[in-house]
């Protein structure tokens, strides 16, 4: 069962004012679920705590109540407008009358005039063509002439600017030329003396190298000699060694063949 | 509390007896409403007046009878809000507040039978009573208005919902929040049901 009461039904519940079904509902959600009777074992204390505070006595004073006011007719609020609209159409006709307003509509015209008007002749279609053409080539005649002049002032400003931008620009070249000379010849002295310091400096370094390269070279020739030459005796010695070992050998060998074959060297002697 | 209809029929007519006799009974009601709102005597004198001024001046426009009740709370939560915005506008503190209960006319030396009772219990029953009050003010305007109704004043939820303008579950949200909040105070002020029954 997924009912569970919302704030105005625990409100109505707390109050009283839920419908017999819906209390039972209620109810029966409050069984199920032990935590909530908790809760609305709060909202009764705080409903009991509030019912402490009493009321205040008072005396009621005594208030003038002025007679009730009658509505008449004429203050209805129907009647108020409907009089203010015809009250404002008077005064615009009043206004009308005195300033002279003349409204009139013939072929289509509108007109509005205050006072007293005189009727203007209306123009003819072709005035009003010749008017027209009239002020166009005025209009022409003043726009070629300003035309023109604006040309004629754009050519020469043109004229001015284009010589004084010439010399400026021979001046920049010239200029630019003993510059670029200056430049060049200090660029070149300064390469110049660059490369002999590095030549210097590399022959002096490449001595230095080469000689220091010999030194190692001759020790290393000394060392690797001397090791021979170590070797060399080693080998000598062992040499010696073996001949003087051979030799003793040998003298034994040729003792022992004497003592065999002369058994009658001591009988002889 | 009942009206006549005899005697609200006599009002709407225009009887002025009868319109003061309604004053007359209606009067307390809201006083204590508005005191309860605003938990200062003389704003509730002020409203109470203005608002029984301002159905003298209606109360013949008013169609059902038996709407009575909600439309006259209607008239003195209108005065009520009217009046919290003055107050809010002129920022102005009522001599009242500073000294609240020893006004010449603050009316509690006429509450008659707790003049016989334990003094003691009496200065309980008065902290009480003032703990309330401050929990009561510190309710948002809405939810204290519609505690106050419902808690004190005995209306149903439909007749707050006609005196408020509002749909009746919008009333019981306002109520339930307005319970739930007034909770919280009493137990950040300590008023437990140990300490409250000792008062009743």
């Keep these: 069962m997924n009912y569970k009461p919302d704030e105005a039904t625990w409100t109505a519940y707390l109050y009283g004012e839920l419908a017999d079904a819906e209390r039972r509902q209620v109810e029966k959600y409050l069984q199920q679920h032990p935590e909530e009777q908790k809760r609305v074992d709060e909202w009764s204390f705080t409903r009991s705590a509030l019912g402490t505070l009493t009321d205040k006595e008072v005396i009621a004073p005594s208030i003038v109540l002025g007679e009730t006011p009658a509505i008449s007719w004429w203050k209805e ?134 000689e220091t390269l010999l030194v190692d070279f001759s020790k290393y020739l000394q060392e690797q000699r001397r090791q ?6 080693a080998r000598v010695n062992q040499v010696e060694q073996h001949t003087d070992k051979f030799k003793l050998e040998t003298e034994e060998i040729l003792t022992s063949l004497i003592s065999n074959n002369n058994p009658n060297g001591a009988k002889h002697n | 509390m009942m009206h006549s209809d005899v005697l609200l029929l006599q009002a709407r ?72 915005r003055k107050r809010k506008s002129a920022r102005a503190v009522s001599l009242h507040d500073l000294n609240p209960g020893e006004a010449e006319d603050s009316y509690s030396w006429e509450s008659s039978a707790a003049r016989h009772e334990n003094p003691e219990r009496m200065y309980r029953q008065n902290e009480l009573a ?4 401050e929990c009561l003010l510190q309710l948002s305007v809405e ?57 009743l």
């Design chain 1, 77 to 210: 609020r129907y009647v108020r407008m409907s009089l203010g609209i015809a009250a404002s159409v008077v005064m615009v006709l009043i206004a009308a009358r005195l300033l002279g307003l003349s409204v009139t509509a013939t072929d289509g015209e509108l007109r509005i005039a205050f006072g007293n008007t005189k009727p203007t002749p209306a123009l003819t279609r072709d005035e009003v063509r010749d008017m027209i053409n009239g002020n166009n080539q005025v209009l022409q005649a003043s726009w070629s002439e300003e035309r023109q002049a604006v040309e004629a002032s754009l050519q020469e400003n043109l004229r001015k600017n284009s010589g004084k931008l010439d010399n400026l620009m021979k001046t920049a070249s010239l200029a630019n030329q003993d510059q670029v000379k200056l430049f060049v010849s200090q660029m070149q002295e300064s390469n110049l003396k660059l490369m002999k310091d590095y030549l210097r400096l590399s022959s002096a370094g490449q001595k230095e190298y080469v």
């Design chain 2, 130 to 133: 003032e703990l309330l009050h």
């Design chain 2, 13 to 84: 007519d225009g009887d002025r007896h009868a319109q003061g006799k309604l004053m007359q009974v209606w009067y307390k009601r809201i006083y204590n409403f508005s005191y309860k709102f605003f938990y200062d005597h003389d704003l509730a004198m002020e409203v109470s007046q203005r608002t029984f001024i301002q159905m003298h001046r209606n109360i013949a426009f008013l169609q059902d009878g038996a709407r009575f009740r909600s439309w006259l709370y209607t008239i003195a939560v209108n005065c009520c809000r009217e009046e919290l």
């Design chain 2, 143 to 199: 939810q204290r208005e519609v505690v106050i109704m419902k808690e004190y004043e005995g209306l149903k939820f439909r007749e707050i919902a006609e005196a408020l303008n509002v749909s009746e579950n919008t009333v019981k949200s306002r109520m339930y929040y307005g319970l739930e909040a007034l909770k919280r105070l009493l137990e950040r002020k300590k008023i437990t049901k140990e300490s409250l029954g000792y008062e």
């Design chain 1, 228 to 233: 021979d030459i170590q070797m060399i005796q």
